[in-house]
């Protein structure tokens, strides 16, 4: 299957600093990425749509502006989390859909993110 | 509403135990189903998908899903777990977008 990597793995940082994310299609180039959330024992949500070259598509109750997407090549999309806070702890996963395999999205190894 | 329900929270077996998870779901118009699986400390992986044509999907690893449109229903099966078949287990559902169930802890006892 195709490969989807995520930097960084691991990140601790100060409230009200910002983080990126970087989500990268390995071995295929994707037009489409997904970012997700998961909470501790919890499915993972939604929380925006990336197309390349296109703004991104927010799920309902997403901050647009807490959330900055970025999807500037057909293997990368970033995820800047913006002033964090401690509520924004979580862990976050991108995926990419491999348009070879119809709808099929493959998912990175995800970024715990610590707000202190 | 859209949604995708995964009635088994915790699964505890032992091993060469049959396994069955259920997933049902709620979606209007044409459906792709997945299942994925989360191993400890690892990414999603795909077990195994459903677009079209025959209703019992064989996926990696042994697993197996039968989509019965009828009961809006995608089970993952498999005959004889293993200890090394211990993950998570989510079902999704969508063309685009998916919509993932809340997952199943599966644990298996050598």
Same mark, same amino acid.
């Given at each position: 299957g195709a490969?989807?990597?995520?930097?960084?793995?691991?990140?601790?940082?100060?409230?009200?600093?910002?983080?990126?994310?970087?989500?990268?299609?390995?071995?295929?180039?994707a037009t489409t990425m997904f970012w997700y959330r998961q909470f501790p024992k919890q499915s993972l949500m939604l929380m925006a749509t990336s197309n390349e070259g296109s703004k991104a598509t927010y799920e309902q109750g997403v901050e647009k502006d807490k959330f900055l997407i970025n999807h500037a090549s057909l293997t990368l999309s970033t995820l800047t989390v913006t002033s964090a806070h401690p509520e924004?702890?979580?862990?976050?996963?991108?995926?990419?859909?491999?348009?070879?395999?119809?709808?099929?999205?493959?998912f990175g190894p995800g970024t715990r993110l610590l707000v202190l | 509403a859209q949604s995708v329900s995964q009635h088994n929270h915790h699964v505890i077996l032992s091993e060469a135990a049959?396994?069955? $998870?259920?997933?049902?779901?709620? =979606?209007? #118009?044409?459906?792709? $189903?997945?299942?994925?699986?989360? =191993?400890? #400390?690892?990414?999603l992986q795909l077990l195994l998908k459903y677009f079209s044509g025959d209703p019992l999907v064989k996926g990696i690893k042994g697993f197996e899903a039968e989509f019965i449109k009828s009961k809006f229903s995608f089970n993952l099966r498999k005959p004889s777990v293993q200890w090394s078949d211990t993950a998570e287990y989510f079902c999704a559902v969508g063309t685009y977008k998916y919509i993932f169930g809340t997952g199943t802890r599966l644990k298996v006892l050598a």
């Open positions: 490969v989807v990597s995520q930097h960084p793995s691991w990140v601790i940082c100060k409230s009200g600093t910002s983080v990126k994310i970087e989500c990268r299609s390995l071995d295929f180039q924004d702890s979580s862990f976050y996963i991108c995926s990419a859909r491999d348009g070879r395999e119809g709808e099929t999205q493959y | 049959s396994l069955e $998870l259920g997933c049902n779901y709620s =979606y209007g #118009g044409t459906v792709n $189903l997945f299942w994925y699986v989360q =191993y400890p #400390g690892q990414h």
